[in-house]
């Protein structure tokens, strides 16, 4: 019975996010701190239920973990966000008025509609730019960082490099009128979703929520040991994507991270995809040194050469 209870608690969270935005009070659905205030509540609830659920021991959060995905949380609220819009959203806005476009008619459609629309429209993004990061070194080098996690919970999707944090949270959604109650509760639905996704909860829901949403058994696969492991799954919060695109792939891991599984810290995890540059500059620095000393090694031996035959040459 508590299994079965545990397996229904990623939907009937999302029936429960659903029915807040579709009849909660208009004083709070309007509210936009109302948003800000759901996104870590379900972050905190699905924490809490780590401690009473937990699925594997080896991903037990510990004070290091959790001050460090605090701060990857409190980042992606506020740095993250507002970068998204002040160099993606805005833009996007200014260049549909300016275009005269209006998609009107959509405020029109049933409020689950236009909730369907925002999920799917934002997470088609996401599924081609994490495809692409999985397949582009460049790309790869901005979201490698967040395969170097060691452990899978609650707060671990927000966790990654700033460039590939901003970069996976741009969207179109700007260009489509939509009411912002719909958007809002979609952009809740997709956070119960990939919260779960990440999380360290023995929780399987059910076959039918599976085949639309990613489950932490989707995931932990794709943050497998092994890097050709990852390149399948890419579905932030829609694993049907990933059917529908031949990327999906059946399994379960419970050893996660890359490269010996060396966890970077978050000074690691910002220069990462600079690193390269980095070490090549300092190689090339260490050669210039190397061959200036053995040019002044050179130099010297020349002029001991040189003295020693004019004392000959003297004597």
């Known amino acids: 019975m508590k299994k079965a209870m545990l397996n229904l608690v990623p939907p009937a969270m999302i029936a429960m996010v659903l029915l807040f935005w579709a009849f909660g009070p208009d004083a709070l659905l309007e509210n936009p701190w109302t948003l800000a205030v759901m996104s870590p509540l379900i972050t905190a ?4 239920l780590e401690w009473v659920a937990e699925r594997h021991a080896g991903w037990r ?3 290091q973990e959790f001050f460090t995905d605090l701060f990857y949380v409190v980042m992606s609220a506020t740095a993250i966000s507002w970068a998204s819009q002040k160099l993606a959203e805005d833009p996007l806005k200014a260049a549909k008025q300016s275009l005269g476009i209006s998609t009107e008619w959509i405020t029109h459609l049933p409020f689950l509609v236009q909730v369907a629309m925002v999920i799917f429209i934002i997470e088609f993004g996401q599924y081609w730019m994490h495809r692409l990061m999985h397949n582009w070194h460049p790309f790869w ?4 960082p967040h395969h170097h996690i060691t452990q899978l919970n609650a707060a671990k999707g927000a966790v990654g490099n700033p460039i590939e944090l901003f970069l996976i949270s741009l969207s179109l959604v700007a260009l489509f009128d939509i009411q912002q109650t719909a958007m809002f509760c979609a952009f809740n639905v997709l956070g119960v979703v990939s919260t779960f996704a990440h999380a360290n909860v023995r929780s399987d829901p059910p076959i039918w929520y599976s085949f639309f949403f990613t489950t932490i058994r989707h995931h932990s696969l794709h943050h497998s040991t092994d890097y050709e492991s990852t390149r399948c799954n890419y579905g932030n919060s829609l694993i049907l994507l990933d059917r529908l ?6 399994g379960e891991a419970a050893i996660v991270g890359q490269d010996d599984r060396k966890r970077l810290s978050i000074w690691e995890q910002t220069m990462f995809p600079v690193q390269p540059l980095i070490d090549r500059m300092k190689a090339r620095r260490e050669q210039s040194l190397a061959a200036a000393g053995r040019q002044q090694n050179d130099n010297a031996a020349s002029s001991h050469n040189l003295d020693t035959a004019g004392g000959a040459t003297a004597a």
Do not use: D, I, K, P
């Open 45 to 48: 609830s699905v924490l809490l």
């Open 61 to 63: 959060m510990n004070r």
């Open 141 to 144: 080098l901005t979201h490698a």
């Open 245 to 250: 695109f031949g990327t999906y792939r059946e």
